[in-house]
């Protein structure tokens, strides 16, 4: 009876241990697409990609399920939002999904909460938000920044 006892209690923690696998620290950066060929759609698209090019992300989630994340853009001006996430599992597309719920933004609350999906990857060492428009595909790519997976 011990050594089952034992062996769920293992189980349990094991899967634990998975389902935190994403906890702690992320940086990101922004990678954006042209969709369409005509010659005012591409100088847009070029604009934005100069801009997200010296754009940095960050995000940080923790075991409580909350989240903090930065976005520190071409000018180095940060812009902060917090909130709370939730894991998904898709088993019709057979991937996993963090929701994030943004109840603030630069230390202000929000009145209708902003919510980005971040797709987890199969090994789980990004996440990924995507935003597509008629002009381009916006792809905001977090990956496990090193040494921190803490998410106290």
């Known amino acids: 009876?011990?050594?089952?006892?034992?062996?769920?209690?293992?189980?349990?923690?094991?899967?634990?241990?998975?389902?935190?696998?994403?906890?702690?620290?992320?940086?990101?950066?922004?990678?954006?697409?042209?969709?369409?060929?005509?010659?005012?759609?591409?100088q847009t698209v070029r604009t934005y990609k100069t801009a997200a090019q010296r754009t940095t992300l960050s995000l940080l989630l923790r075991k409580d399920k909350t989240f903090q994340a930065v976005v520190f853009n071409q000018n180095g001006k940060a812009m902060t939002m917090s909130g709370t996430w939730?894991?998904?599992?898709?088993?019709?597309k057979k991937q996993s999904k963090l929701i994030l719920t943004a109840t603030e933004a630069n230390g202000v609350k929000q009145s209708t909460p902003g919510i980005t999906e971040l797709v987890i990857s199969k090994d789980g060492k990004t996440l990924t938000a995507t935003l597509e428009d008629e002009v381009k595909t916006t792809k905001w790519v977090y990956t496990r920044e090193a040494g921190k997976k803490n998410g106290k």
Not at 10 to 24: H, I, R, Y
Not at 86 to 92: A, C, F, G, L, V
Request: proline share 0%; net charge positive.
């Open 86 to 92: 939730e894991k998904h599992d898709d088993k019709d």
């Open 1 to 42: 009876m011990r050594r089952i006892l034992l062996i769920l209690a293992l189980m349990c923690s094991c899967a634990t241990m998975v389902g935190q696998a994403f906890l702690g620290e992320w940086a990101g950066k922004i990678v954006i697409d042209a969709k369409k060929t005509d010659a005012r759609s591409l």
